[in-house]
Structures are given as structure tokens and as C-alpha cells.
Nanobody
């Protein structure tokens, strides 16, 4: 019943930036956890960043070490949208990026996500 739609992917030079968006529909997320994952060719899906909140309070923001300091996850409750700002992109960031959602949790988690978007391709050239 929950639909997630990613957008914002594309081709960018190393060192460039992209902002991914994940729009949720089907219900309002007044309390939830959402995250970004990515999967490169021949690799397994990996966690990138996550955020949880209950109404106006953010409980956690969590990043994989590989993107810490370069990527920023944020949310817009009014638009039911989560963003991933990606700066200083590297060729190794090339992957299909997926948005995911699950019920609210207080502590950071990379598991238990029930809803997934279709993914958006990010390609970083050297």
C-alpha cells in the first residue's frame, strides 16, 4: 500500500554532486524510519544512510562509513519526501540507489525495511 518513488539519478563527473529524492505515497509517515541503499553491478545491496523520526523529532541520522562526510540525508514531512544529497562523488559510488521505509525505531538499523522503491541509477565517471 506504500509506494516509494526515487528520482534524481544521472551521470556525473567525479567530484560532482547529485540530489536524490524519495517520494512516499499511500500513507503519511508521522513516525517512521527511512533509508537509502545502493547496489553496484556484481555486488550485494548495501546500506548508505538512514533517518528515523516521530512527528517533529528526529531520533537518528546514520551513515555508512564510505559516505560519511560526503552524503547528507534529510526529510520534508510536508512533502512526505526524503532526500540524499551526494557531494564529492567518486566512481565507486556508481550504483542503483534505492529508497526504503519501515516502522519507527529509536536506534539506527539497516534491517527490517518493508517498502522499497524501484531504484534510480547513479553513474560517476572518472
Amino acid at each position: 500500500q506504500v509506494q516509494l518513488v526515487e528520482s534524481g539519478g544521472g551521470l556525473v563527473q567525479a567530484g560532482g554532486s547529485l540530489r536524490l529524492s524519495c517520494a512516499a505515497s499511500g500513507r503519511s509517515f508521522s513516525s517512521a524510519a527511512m533509508g537509502w541503499f545502493r547496489q553496484a553491478p556484481g555486488k550485494e545491496r548495501e546500506f548508505v544512510a538512514g533517518i528515523s523520526w516521530s512527528t517533529s523529532r528526529t531520533y537518528y541520522i546514520y551513515y555508512a562509513d564510505s559516505v560519511k562526510g560526503r552524503f547528507t540525508i534529510s526529510r520534508d514531512n510536508a512533502k512526505n519526501t526524503v532526500y540524499l544529497q551526494m557531494n564529492s562523488l567518486k566512481p565507486e559510488d556508481t550504483a542503483v540507489y534505492y529508497c526504503a521505509a519501515r516502522n519507527f525505531v529509536v536506534q539506527p538499523t539497516t534491517t527490517g525495511y518493508e517498502y522499497w522503491g524501484q531504484g534510480t541509477q547513479v553513474t560517476v565517471s572518472s
